[in-house]
């Protein structure tokens, strides 16, 4: 079984940044490709990160290209996602995600945390 918890959300102004953190727990979750979505009040999830269980590789959505930043250090079995620029639009929950399969750009995932919250003030 794994088990990811979440950490870093909170209340942030238009342009500014924050980093959230993804602790996963679990003898095999070293091996996970692992990523983050978020889902705003009224939308669907949605995909923003994902990075390969070595953090060797990493994709992104369009969204996030070029403001976010996936990273994850394997000796802590934590990935972090660092936002910048921050807009209206990226207020959601957040949830970091963790799956055995290695393709990168699969969206599915067989573990979730329960989200961090990010708000975005104007």
């Known amino acids: 079984q794994v088990q990811l918890l979440e950490s870093g959300g909170g209340l942030v102004q238009a342009g500014g940044s924050l980093r959230l953190s993804c602790v996963g727990s679990?003898?095999?979750?070293?091996?996970?490709?692992m990523g983050w979505f978020r889902q705003a009040t009224g939308k669907e999830r949605e995909f923003v990160a994902a990075?390969?269980?070595?953090?060797?590789?990493?994709e992104y959505a369009d969204s996030a290209k070029g403001r976010f930043s996936i990273s994850r250090d394997t000796t802590k079995n934590t990935i972090y996602l660092q936002m910048n620029n921050l807009t209206l639009e990226d207020a959601a929950v957040y949830y970091c995600a963790a799956d055995h399969r290695p393709i990168l750009e699969l969206l599915r995932y067989d573990y979730w945390g329960r989200g961090t919250r990010v708000t975005v003030s104007s």
């Open positions: 990075v390969s269980w070595s953090g060797l590789s990493t």
């Open positions: 679990g003898r095999t979750v070293g091996n996970y490709r």
